[in-house]
């Protein structure tokens, strides 16, 4: 007698191979580093989260915002994301050295998270004459005091400057950003880190909400200060790591997909996701 033919073998090693590479915001703004991961790396399969019920982050504590993050973290892990990209400063100032060292370890030691702090300060130095740059970013990002650490490592030469932006953020997720009303925030904080260092020639948006800021920005600023956002820096950034870690990059899927979801209600998500990714998109509701 002919046995009959299962499939159901073939579907869960389909399961298997959809290891998709997660990119994790507490809102909205890490969808501008997705935007430009998925510009130079559109053969992989993504998963995004933001964590908008939570959301902000920047004024959290450390404790706060580390035990959000890690559960985000578990989450993609449960989704078979073997890489997690932390696209979210705040989480990769206040969470992400415990997660790499005390976390992974434990519950998952062949998987990797990954922050925008590294990658950015790596490089930074590179693009200034004066040796005086400025960083622009939230409360939380500002007080970690991250990047003067890590930037320290790589160009000691490097004065680094810090403002903190509280209100840009809200300005951006309240889609005030463009609006007249955003001038007056944004020249206030252009001014007071120039007033610390009238010298800098490079100004750092340490925040993944700032981008959607860069032509109020640059209008208010003056001439011969560069602009630098974080996106095409991370995205090439995880291109060399992957490159780097062939182990890793064949653990990752290829499939070209993308999901998206939140922590808060889709529909809200959808209407202000595209002001962030530049396309509409479709999201999903997960209970964490």
Sequence with gaps: MKKPHHRWGFFVVFLSMHAPIGIFDSGYGGLTVMKEILHKLPQYDYIYLGDNARAPYGNRSFDTVYHYTLQCVKWFFDQGCPLVILACNTASAKALRTIQQNDLPRIAPSNRVLG????????????????????????????????????????????????????????????????????????????????????IDLLLLACTHYPLLMNKIRQFLPSGIQVMSQGPIVAESLADYLQRHPEME????????????????????????????????????VAL
């Design 250 to 285: 064949s653990r990752c899927s290829k499939g070209g997909s993308r999901q998206f979801f939140t922590t808060d209600d889709p529909n809200d998500f959808n209407s202000q996701a595209s002001i962030f990714f530049g396309e509409r998109l479709q999201s999903q509701h």
């Design 116 to 199: 925008v702090i590294r990658p950015t300060s790596e490089i930074v130095g590179t693009f200034t004459q004066n040796k005086k740059i400025g960083i622009l970013a939230t409360r939380g990002t500002v007080n970690s005091e991250s990047y003067r650490i890590e930037i320290d490592k790589f160009f000691p030469e490097v004065e680094v400057h810090q403002e903190a932006c509280p209100m840009w953020v809200p300005l951006v997720e309240n889609n005030e950003h463009q609006q007249p009303g955003a001038d007056y925030f944004i020249q206030q904080h252009l001014n007071r880190i120039l007033e610390k260092q009238p010298d």
